[in-house]
């Protein structure tokens, strides 16, 4: 399997901060990377897919970079309804895998 | 837009089956890979396994022996069976669509269900 590592596990921000949240992988997996965001008591929603490309309806602030084993999410000023908790996603090798997730809290 | 509404029992005994259904409503039920994940309290999320249209089924090792997804395109429902549970399968479980490109092996998730906590307890 391959494991994913996110940094860090948590971090408190303002509003308005330019964030950065890190994912490495154990192996190589190409572009094939994804970004999730969840809220308390709800389920994960996709942000990013294939490492860079944004899904429709996110909002801009938010870009994805990165291949190989390192990633990264970048949320461009953060926004109150962005606090939650961060998950990157790989589908290189089955089974897909996720990270441990990345809390971003408010400062 | 496509929406998953699932359903199925909340607390179960160790040893007993974990059964959950998801329904898929307001999109094309066909390629795509229908996804189950499950999240313990405040931990990670886990794959758990997926199926086809056709009913070819993807399992996650860890969990293989005790698990069966299955399909009905007839009702654009699939459904999750987990045998002989334990504490350790105490989980929010959620269905999803898996999305894929590049043959399938770029692979996301979206939508998700709104999951279902089931909890093992004695």
């Known amino acids: 399997d391959i494991q994913m590592t996110q940094s860090p596990s948590s971090l408190s921000e303002s509003v308005g901060d330019r964030v950065t949240i890190t994912c490495r992988a154990s192996q190589s997996i190409s572009s094939y990377l994804n970004w999730y965001q969840q809220k308390p008591g709800k389920a994960p929603k996709l942000l990013i897919y294939a490492a860079s490309s944004l899904q429709s309806g996110v909002p801009s602030r938010f870009s994805g970079s990165g291949s190989g084993t390192d990633f990264t999410l970048t949320i461009s000023s953060l926004q109150p309804e962005d606090f939650a908790t961060y998950y990157c996603q790989q589908s290189y090798i089955t089974p897909p895998s996720f990270g441990q997730g990345t809390k971003v809290e408010i400062k | 837009q496509v929406q998953l509404q699932q359903w199925g029992a909340g607390l179960l005994k160790p040893s007993e089956t974990l059964s959950l259904a998801c329904a898929v409503s307001?999109?094309?039920?066909?390629?795509?890979?229908w996804t189950w994940i499950r999240q313990p309290p405040g931990k990670g999320l886990e794959w758990i396994g997926e199926?086809?249209?056709?009913?070819?089924?993807n399992y996650n090792p860890s969990l293989k022996s005790r698990v069966t997804i299955s399909i009905d395109t007839s009702k654009n429902q699939f459904s999750l069976n987990l045998s002989s549970v334990t504490a350790a399968d105490t989980a929010v479980y959620y269905c999803?669509?898996?999305?894929?490109?590049?043959?399938?092996?770029?692979?996301?998730?979206?939508?998700w269900g709104q999951g279902t906590l089931v909890t093992v307890s004695s």
């Open positions: 199926i086809n249209y056709s009913g070819s089924t």
């Open positions: 307001g999109g094309s039920f066909s390629d795509y890979h």
């Open positions: 999803a669509r898996g999305n894929t490109l590049v043959l399938g092996v770029m692979l996301w998730f979206d939508p």
